[in-house]
């Protein structure tokens, strides 16, 4: 894993992703940035059928994700996940 995380907007192939396309429209480095949304829950395009699905397959927490990098910053985020070996924050 590498220690630096690009995070999605780099992923230039993921066109498809809501998330993604409103991070790039509002010039968010990450959705912690949003001012709309006080809880990452609350927003639809982060907590849809699909994230839901995906995040019951993978142990994915994102709004735990989205949490903690407003808490410590983006570094420490992607430090920890990458002392982690894993790309978000786990359920507990």
Request: aromatic share 8%; glycine share 4%; proline share 1%.
């Amino acid at each position: 894993m590498k220690q630096k995380c690009k995070g999605c907007t780099e992923n230039v192939k993921a066109t498809w992703c809501a998330v993604r396309t409103c991070c790039l429209e509002n010039k968010y480095v990450t959705c912690a940035d949003c001012t709309t949304f006080s809880n990452a829950a609350d927003c639809k395009k982060l907590n849809n059928f699909i994230s839901k699905t995906i995040s019951l397959f993978t142990g994915s927490d994102r709004p735990a994700s989205i949490k903690l990098i407003k808490e410590k910053g983006c570094d420490y985020y992607c430090k920890e996940m990458a002392d982690k070996k894993t790309h978000c924050v786990k359920k507990s």
